[in-house]
């Protein structure tokens, strides 16, 4: 038969290194999905929701650096790809969407299920395209995958199913992709750098994301200037381990000396960050120095003395050189030794977790820590399990961690660590879930774990509540309230899925069922850890606003009857207070 417009599409797009497509059939999209069937190099992967679809291949993008496709039909099944596609956008994941449509004739006639995508798919999408007539095929096509391949992040391609069951033009459907590799920073700004940090007394680093490839650059600076080295949520994983200068993270997550070494420095570097709390940076008496590749970044967060645009690693390749060592450690000394302090009182309900009941959560990472792989791949649920993935379990070298840590969604940890099994199978991989997130999105897509044997180890963090929104509640003053729910024996749920089904109560059992989790072969597993509801986590700064909001709000629970709830909150974590 004649090659159609969607033979063509996936032509181009296995020409690009897409080797997957998650999504869900239907109506307008059929043409499309039957041309996928036909190419062959592409597998299909048939979600139960398209969400989770998108949320899946955000990870394998992100971890492969490849571009994946998903696809929805029109109207209701386009609007399911968003939320994915907005997380997408902020992990700047290479994310291709195909979008079913009304047929040409029915356009801007409110046809059943149209859908404008250039509006709706602005918030999410660097390059949105309606294929309307064959002959932009090879032109839209070809600019929706460079798009996203170059400018790291989603495209979307609306495509009518009349249009895309057409005959295909006669032209080149190879994609030449762009190799976008950047550079230092100029000389110019270099030189200033190097003036700056050359005229502090104390130095401190701060890095993110972008210091991925820069490990060893941030190590030999820090090395130089006695400097202490603090991450973001996103930089842990890459300046953390075997890194003497390491001093932790700020933030509410924050743990460690790494608020007073970028407050109390002359001079801070940061390194590859768009940390988005404000609060929690230095806006006066610190001269800031911010490098990264992306100009729209630097200085939204803090007021800075120099914005540099260059890539961190090649960046500090250049500066080494052109910096005098410094002697004086006093800063290095001092945030070092509140490191070890605050790491000391984290892991008192670790020592303890075994005679602990209800089992702490902590507990259960520092369990997990223990005994998974180095070469682990570890997804968190936005909410507590992040609180723990940050804190009691190591990464770098080989092991990675990843969430929806720039949009914030509920419910990404199953569909990210599907996504990374399918590219990386047989290495364990483990989603860190919420309770709250696990039922929301996962429970469905189980079933679709379960078919295609992936072998991703859920640990539920099964606490009854929605906790991250009840101590975002008593951070603002307010009463907890419409985040307790009842949750099922998920065992239960696993094994009636065909799934593997461990169920924790025992702080004695810890060790055993996750050992035992994370042996199984051929399929997922669902690890249901019932752990203590009142568990805190204390950042190492806690700014005033909160301080007064945990006050207000336990005045008002005790005023409302709540007193019990308040004692015992402050009994099970006396050791943190």
Known sequence: MAKTVADGIWEMLASAGVRRCYGIVGDALNPVVDALRRNGTIEFVHVRHEEFGAFAAVAEACLTGQPVAVCGTAGPGTTHLINGLLDARKERAPVIAIAGDVENA???TA?????????FF??????????????????????????????RGPTVLAVPGSVAAASAPAVELDVALPVTVPGP?????????????????????????????????????AERLKAPVGYSLKGKQWLEHDNPHAVGMTGLLGYGGCYD?????????????????????????????????????????????????????????????????KTEDTLLRHCLRTTEHFRSRMRHYVTKGPGIKPIRPEYVAATLDELAADDALFFADTGTPVIWAARHIRYGRDRRLFGSFAWGSMANASPNAFGAQL??????????????????????????????????????????????????????????????????DFRRFAEAFGARGIRIEEPG???AGLREALAHRGGPVVVDVVVDPHALSLPAHVPPAVVEGFTLSAAKQVFEGRLDDIIETAERNVRLL
């Open 111 to 119: 046809a059943h299920e149209e859908l404008n995508p250039y509006t």
């Open 185 to 221: 920073a100029s000389e110019t700004d270099l030189a200033a750098m190097a003036e700056l940090i050359d005229g502090a007394d104390s130095v401190a680093i701060f890095g993110g994301d972008g210091c991925a490839l820069a490990h060893a650059e941030t190590r030999a600076l």
């Open 261 to 325: 070494a970028i407050h109390r420095a002359d001079v801070l570097l940061m390194l590859g960050t768009d940390f988005p709390y404000g609060n929690f940076l230095p806006q006066h008496g610190v001269k800031v120095v911010q490098v990264d590749r992306n100009p729209h970044v630097l200085g939204r967060r803090v007021p800075l003395a120099l914005g540099v645009v260059g890539d961190v690693r090649s960046t500090l390749q250049s500066l080494l050189p052109m910096v005098q060592p």
């Open 423 to 488: 590219a990386f199978p047989g290495r364990q991989t483990i989603a860190l879930c919420g309770d709250g997130g696990f039922t929301m999105l996962a429970l469905g897509d189980l079933l679709t774990e379960v078919r295609h044997q992936a072998e991703v180890v859920h640990v539920i963090f099964n606490n009854g509540m929605l906790d991250f929104v009840n101590i975002e509640q008593q951070e603002a003053g307010l009463l907890p309230f419409g985040t307790d729910f009842p949750t099922p």
């Open 509 to 511: 059992d810890v060790a």
């Open 106 to 108: 029915l356009m801007d």
């Open 122 to 151: 602005a918030p999410a999408s660097l390059y949105t395209a309606r294929l309307v007539d064959p002959g932009q095929m090879r032109a839209v096509v070809s600019t929706a995958i460079t798009t996203a391949v170059a400018e």
